[in-house]
């Protein structure tokens, strides 16, 4: 028999349809439809109000949706349904460790909570403890352990009772490199041992760039959905960046001078270029010293995919400047 396992996507295990949640009339999530496939890191990605803590809060069945219905596993189920609920570990944006209590009485009663009892939660939260390199802290307890030590401990919990979803709402939020590193390795290794499927909420670039596909929300709507290599060779070019006593005054005239698609991000002016390099002496010789303080080139990363769809930057929540949104 052909082995069809690499071309044959997994099939969706969690599929959402037509969410929508407003808050008096401002629409927070507008007819989200999504499907999350068994296995997958599945991240949504948005800058701040896209509407991402509003799906994370619907699907974990603390706010009740306008619209919308999910089909779990091919079977339909209202997103208030219990037994949705029965089949996901949840990470909160806002630890919810109980900080008085050890690491292993901590997994205790997050088994316990989901029913779980005896000897068969003993043996999980051993196993959950080791696969999160924890074993030899289980007694301590975590009122003192570091943002990264308690965000893995988090993880363990989420997954003690063996579910087949881990909803996680800004997981890395407030660690640094090293700590996001470590968590992410963890998560990789939890996801391939438990069979686990993922759906995260981020505003990180760097966190969108480890996901298998991302969700890429604005004003509540999806705009993209695909894998982060394939959204970002959706730009073709180069990024050049420049620097500028005056960036608003410089964009305008590469626009007006240059033809060129400037706009004014966080200060500098950037130009997407099919051929950048070949741009840098037009660049130089058209705004000669004084102008122009810097001239750079690089790859183009998510965050540039994003404000491409958006025309927002990720992590703000005002359009990247007055300039025209870019052709989508
Ligand atoms: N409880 C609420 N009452 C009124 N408006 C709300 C409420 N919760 C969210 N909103 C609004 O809904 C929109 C989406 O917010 P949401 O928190 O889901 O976005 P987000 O992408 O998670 O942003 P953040 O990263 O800042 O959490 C925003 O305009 C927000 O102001």
């Not at 949840?90 to 209590?101: E, H, T």
Request: charged content about 25%; some cysteine; glycine content about 10%.
């Amino acid at each position: 028999m052909p082995d069809t396992s690499v071309s044959t996507p997994p099939a969706p295990l969690l599929q959402i349809e037509g969410l929508t949640r407003r808050f008096k009339d401002r629409v927070a999530v507008d007819g989200l439809s999504l499907s999350v496939r068994q296995g997958e890191i599945l991240g949504l990605l948005g800058p701040n109000g896209a509407g991402k803590s509003t799906t994370f809060q619907v699907l974990a069945g603390l706010l009740a949706p306008d619209a919308g219905q999910v089909r779990f596993a091919g079977k339909v189920l209202a997103l208030s349904d219990p037994s949705l609920r029965r089949q996901m570990g949840i990470i909160f944006q806002r630890s919810s460790l109980d900080d008085l209590l050890t690491a292993r009485e901590n997994l205790m009663l997050g088994a316990r909570l989901y029913g779980l009892g005896g000897e068969r939660a003993r043996e999980r939260v051993e196993s959950m403890l080791a696969l999160i390199g924890l074993a030899d802290r289980g007694d301590e307890k975590v009122g003192t352990w570091s943002g990264g030590m308690r965000r893995r401990l988090e993880l363990a919990r989420a997954l003690v009772h063996q579910p087949r979803v881990v909803l996680m709402d800004e997981p890395t939020q407030g660690l640094d490199e090293a700590a996001f590193r470590t968590f992410w390795a963890h998560l990789k290794r939890l996801r391939d041992s438990e069979g686990v499927t993922v759906l995260l909420t981020t505003h990180r670039a760097d966190e969108a760039d480890v996901c298998d596909r991302l969700a890429v929300l604005d004003a509540g709507k999806l705009v993209a959905c695909d894998t982060p290599a394939a959204l970002a060779s959706r730009m073709g070019g180069d990024i050049l960046t420049l620097e500028a006593a005056d960036p608003e005054a410089l964009a305008r005239e590469v626009r007006e001078r240059l033809g060129l698609d400037a706009k004014v991000v966080e200060g500098r002016v950037q130009v997407e270029a099919a051929q950048g390099h070949a741009l840098v002496p037009r660049l130089v010789e058209a705004f000669p010293a004084g102008r122009l303080t810097s001239v750079s080139l690089r790859r183009p990363t998510l965050a540039d995919v994003f404000l491409q769809l958006t025309g927002r930057t990720l992590g703000a929540d005002k359009p990247a400047e007055p300039a025209p949104r870019r052709r989508q």
